[in-house]
């Protein structure tokens, strides 16, 4: 799954503790829930007891423009951020993607991403933050069947919009630019990349202008049990500063029906091989519980 969200440092601002507490309930309750339903797969699910569609799902999920609707909620902590690497961030990011049919041979694919931020200590004597970061939105237009070749592809516009509620947990610009996808799905491996790139082209003229690009490498396996392995990249290059961000995650999930709902539950560690100055060092934690609404 792909995240990318931008939090620039800029003096002033500030959040409320009744804010801080909200939203650290709601990342506590969100990381014991998904511990707990993982813990129910391990115990309580067999590969003989998962259906093929099950299987075939989790192969849709491996494909960032499958036309599947899904609700990821995906939960991220990374620690040593900052100068003095005092600084922690959990990070809960909703990504609905609605696949949109256009005609008999075009899909329009929406993934949004809306992080919602919890930090602490990032910024020198600012304390603590919490709320809404920047909202990055995507559409991909992909053609129904795969080329000659096999390979599945996307690309179309994606967007920056300056939603965070707080200036230490956004950019406070708008930025532009292209995003593409290739992949290609042979038995139970899935293999590709994502790309695009912003500029920012409005926003508050006293911060960083922004001209950013996310890679994506990604492979993954999966089994007749329709368990996922998969390892990604999520590197980003800040062309301003000419920094590199580059995380490594290696991931597990599972496609399972709880009562009525088709969902998958996964968790995984990162490690951050490069990072900006204050940037994230070290390991990470990832969580997700992903809702699916098959047709």
């Known amino acids: 799954m792909i995240v990318f969200a931008t939090v620039s440092s800029h003096s002033g601002g500030g959040s409320s503790k009744v804010s801080i507490a909200i939203t650290g309930k709601l ?8 511990f707990a339903n993982f813990a129910a797969v391990s115990f309580f699910s067999s590969p003989g007891a998962l259906s093929k569609s099950q299987e075939e799902l989790a192969k849709q999920l491996a494909n960032p423009i ?7 909620l995906q939960y991220n902590y990374n620690s040593d951020i900052g100068p003095t690497d005092d600084g922690e961030r959990s990070l809960i990011n909703i990504q609905p993607v609605i696949p949109i049919e256009m005609n008999q041979d075009w899909n329009a694919i929406s993934r949004t991403i809306l992080p919602i931020i919890s930090q602490d200590d990032v910024f020198p004597g600012e304390g603590s933050q919490s709320g809404l970061g ?30 965070a ?9 708008w930025a532009l630019g292209p995003t593409a996808v290739a992949l290609k799905q042979e038995g139970g491996v899935t293999f590709g990349g994502l790309v695009n790139h912003i500029w920012s082209v409005a926003g508050d003229d006293d911060r960083n202008d922004i001209s950013s ?5 990604f ?13 990604n990249l999520e590197s980003s290059y800040d062309w301003k500063s000419e920094n590199w961000s580059v995380p490594v995650n290696v991931l597990v999930s599972q496609v399972l029906k709880l009562g009525g709902q088709m969902l998958s539950i ?8 490069d990072s900006t100055p204050g940037g994230p060092e070290g390991w990470g934690v990832r969580l997700q519980l992903t809702l699916l609404f098959p047709k």
């Open 213 to 217: 690009s996310f890679l994506q490498p």
């Open 266 to 273: 996964g968790g995984g560690a990162r490690y951050w091989i």
């Open 165 to 173: 509620s707080d200036d230490l947990l956004g950019a406070e610009k």
């Open 219 to 231: 492979l993954s396996f999966t089994t007749p049990g329709a368990t996922t392995f998969t390892v």
């Open 134 to 163: 920047d909202v990055l939105q995507s559409v991909f237009f992909s053609p129904k069947a795969p080329t000659e070749r096999g390979w599945i592809w996307g690309a179309g516009p994606v967007a920056l919009i300056p939603t």
């Open 27 to 34: 990342i506590r309750r969100s990381t014991k829930t998904l």
């Open 66 to 72: 499958a036309s599947l609707i899904s609700v990821p």
